[in-house]
């Protein structure tokens, strides 16, 4: 009686049962892989879409408006460049940077007035100026004598530690203007490379540490 009794409260599996268990999680797992790879697809065309309009910007020419305010801006910076150098001269005591220093200032100075004529050359007018603060903060600090010129030298270039990433702009404008503008832009960036170069290895000398 026990045994009749225990032998159908006992359960047998079911064959069938579990195919369609397994067929359904085959069918749902298969329609998830589905839904990734089409989520997949829309990021790839996503992707590309933001590529081609990068290189579009990249490549159209800019405008001559804007144009001329990089020309501007470059110009002030440049011309800051100039003024500035002369007041770290006038207080260097290390004779083989001076001498280096001096010549980055003639380039400094003759950029700033190739900008300009370009840009007056395009229809603009030499109108930007670099804040006022930040005017004071670099006059004073490269004309400061208790600072040393290692020191100066490793302030700039800390500015500046990747040079391609430092001229990147140059050539990005360069690269949407016009011939003569871009000739002019591309010469600069190379006396730019120069100049970068040559701090850095300045620093280098004395900043053995």
Known sequence: MSTRSDHKSGSTPDPKSDNKSDSKSDRRLAKIEKSLEKLADQQ?????????????????????????????????????????????????????????????????????????????????????EIPEAIYNSVMQSAADPDKSDAQKVLEFTQQFPDIDQALAKIYQHADRADDETQSLLRTIAQDERSTLEFLAEACGQLNPD
């Open 44 to 128: 790839a065309e996503l992707c590309a879409q933001v590529a081609r309009l990068a290189s579009k910007l990249e490549t159209s020419p800019q405008s001559e408006e804007s144009l001329i305010e990089f020309l501007d801006q470059f110009r002030a910076g440049e011309a800051l460049g100039e003024a500035s150098l002369g007041a770290w001269i006038a207080v260097s005591d290390t004779e083989c940077l001076r001498g280096g220093l001096r010549t980055v200032q003639m380039r400094e100075g003759m950029h700033a007035r190739l900008l300009e004529q370009r840009l007056k050359e395009l229809g603009g007018s030499p109108s930007f």
